[in-house]
């Protein structure tokens, strides 16, 4: 299993933007895609973006197209999720998680980070 540890949550004001961070724990992420979920109290995880392993395709949530851009850095092992224009329901607790795969798509791994909390309250 792939272990990830996220990082960049906060408390922000609508409108307000954040940038999250990924890092991969013992392990080169530039052969995996990743995506980027979230899971609010009482609901579902959800898929919120995803970067192929090259960084060349991205995919995302209706909910955040045109507010959120997912990036990697593979030499830095890095895969990131800038946030703007936030809402209050974008309130969540944000993980990364890989694909065995290149691309987005099949098995996905599921050993689970801590996540980072995202609030966006006035």
């Known amino acids: 299993q792939l272990q990830f540890v996220e990082s960049g949550g906060g408390l922000v004001q609508p409108g307000g933007s954040l940038r999250l961070s990924c890092a991969a724990s013992?392990?080169?992420?530039?052969?995996?895609?990743i995506g980027w979920f979230r899971q609010a109290p009482g609901k579902e995880r959800e898929g919120v973006s995803c970067?192929?392993?090259?960084?060349?395709?991205?995919n995302y949530a209706d909910s955040v197209k045109g507010r959120f851009t997912i990036s990697r850095d593979n030499a830095k092992n890095m895969v990131y999720l800038q946030m703007n224009s936030l809402k209050p329901e974008d309130t969540s607790v944000y993980y990364c998680?890989?694909?065995?795969?290149?691309?987005?798509?099949?098995?996905?791994?599921?050993?689970w980070g801590q996540g980072t909390q995202v609030t966006v309250s006035s």
């Open positions: 998680q890989g694909y065995d795969s290149r691309v987005c798509a099949g098995y996905r791994f599921d050993s």
């Open positions: 013992g392990f080169s992420l530039r052969y995996y895609a």
């Open positions: 970067i192929s392993a090259s960084g060349g395709d991205t």
